[in-house]
């Protein structure tokens, strides 16, 4: 859950929130020295992708429904086909090279309140089971005609079939690499729920993608998204200490089992970076050397979760104590950083919205 989540309680008030900034008044928004196109430019290269990532799935998840659908949805004899299984191995490749098409946009999206909405539907929403405070707008129509009432993001809920975290939209646990044993991921999706959380990730990413392209960012956006996703370390790092990455079979959690959390907040890190780069000649306008010291440490916090990326990728395991005093370093270097863009925001008189 992102921080404009949490304090806006819901999809409703994100919503109102969008609506507000819009109107909100020209002067309390710009300033001298931004240069957004890029930013732009930036989001709508990751919308189109997101976009193509999830119309590919979708064929996927159709081909795998309709073969389905002809055995009248018999998993035990599917298990033993050896193009169900094909079909499956190519939805988990296809997600696995998806998500980071989001993660790399999620610092504008959920901080941008014009879009946020688009945040709690694809990536960031639970379920009304789990929180219905933040739980997403939306409902899944199975083809049965079932329905089902804000079941979670788009992102969590295709993990937890494809991978078997949400065992409730699973279909049957199968071997499906022969080898005699059941292993994390053997399992195949309930084909019914795969089909319609398919459909429903090419719309909203549909969605999303008209949003970007009909969006005008501001210095308000700018700064907001800085100030409020920049200082989300300690609940990305919370999320990760619980994640098989960390934790291995012990884990319980439903999401970040799959691509590591520390690889979404690089990304997520990174999308800012980007923001940053746009706001920072605005800066150097008041005060050059905290525009560039600002740049200097959103760039260092940047690479200290890359090199813990990279020690976890060539095999080192984080114990639950490390992940909480890392997450502590990055949370106090990350709020560091959102108080200086908060100041100068003020000084430039660019209205925040929080």
């Known amino acids: 859950m992102t921080p404009i989540i949490r304090i806006l309680t819901g999809a409703a008030a994100l919503l109102a929130a969008a609506v507000a900034a819009t109107a909100a008044p020209a002067g309390t928004a710009e300033a001298p020295g931004t240069s957004l196109r890029p930013v732009k430019s930036y989001l709508l290269q990751h919308t189109a992708r997101l976009s193509g990532f999830t119309q590919e799935f979708r064929a996927v998840a159709n081909r795998y429904y309709a073969t389905a659908k002809r055995s009248d949805f018999a998993y035990a004899s599917l298990a033993r086909n050896a193009a169900v299984r094909k079909d499956i191995a190519r939805a988990k490749a296809l997600w696995i090279e998806g998500n980071p098409y989001y993660e790399r946009v999620e610092g504008i999206v959920a901080g941008t309140p014009s879009l946020a909405i688009f945040d709690v539907i694809i990536d960031a929403g639970s379920s009304a089971k789990e929180d219905p405070a933040s739980a997403v707008p939306f409902d899944l129509r199975l083809p049965t005609g079932r329905v089902l009432k804000k079941p979670g993001n788009l992102f969590n809920v295709t993990e937890g079939m494809l991978w078997g975290t949400l065992p409730e939209y699973v279909g049957a646990k199968a071997d499906l690499d022969g080898d005699g044993s059941l292993e994390f991921g053997e399992v195949l999706p309930d084909a019914n729920v795969l089909k319609a959380s398919a459909d429903a990730f090419v719309l909203q990413s549909g969605r999303l993608d008209r949003a970007a392209k009909a969006w005008t960012p501001t210095a308000s956006d700018a700064f907001t998204s800085v100030v409020v996703m920049v200082p989300t370390m300690s609940e990305y790092f919370g999320q990760w200490k619980v994640s098989r990455f960390v934790l291995g079979d012990k884990a319980k959690g439903e999401a970040f089992n799959v691509v590591s959390r520390l690889s979404d907040i690089g990304d997520i890190l990174g999308g800012l970076r980007v923001i940053y780069r746009g706001i920072a000649p605005a800066i150097a306008r008041i005060d050059p050397q905290q525009s560039a010291q600002t740049k200097r440490e959103?760039?260092?916090?940047?690479?200290?979760?890359?090199?813990?990326?990279?020690?976890?990728?060539?095999?080192?395991?984080?114990?639950?104590?490390?992940?909480?005093?890392?997450?502590r370093t990055a949370q106090e270097r990350a709020t560091a950083i959102a108080g200086q863009v908060t100041q100068a925001a003020a000084r430039l008189k660019v209205k925040i919205v929080q």
């Open 298 to 327: 959103l760039d260092s916090l940047w690479s200290y979760v890359a090199k813990l990326r990279a020690q976890e990728k060539s095999g080192k395991r984080f114990t639950p104590q490390q992940a909480d005093t890392l997450g």
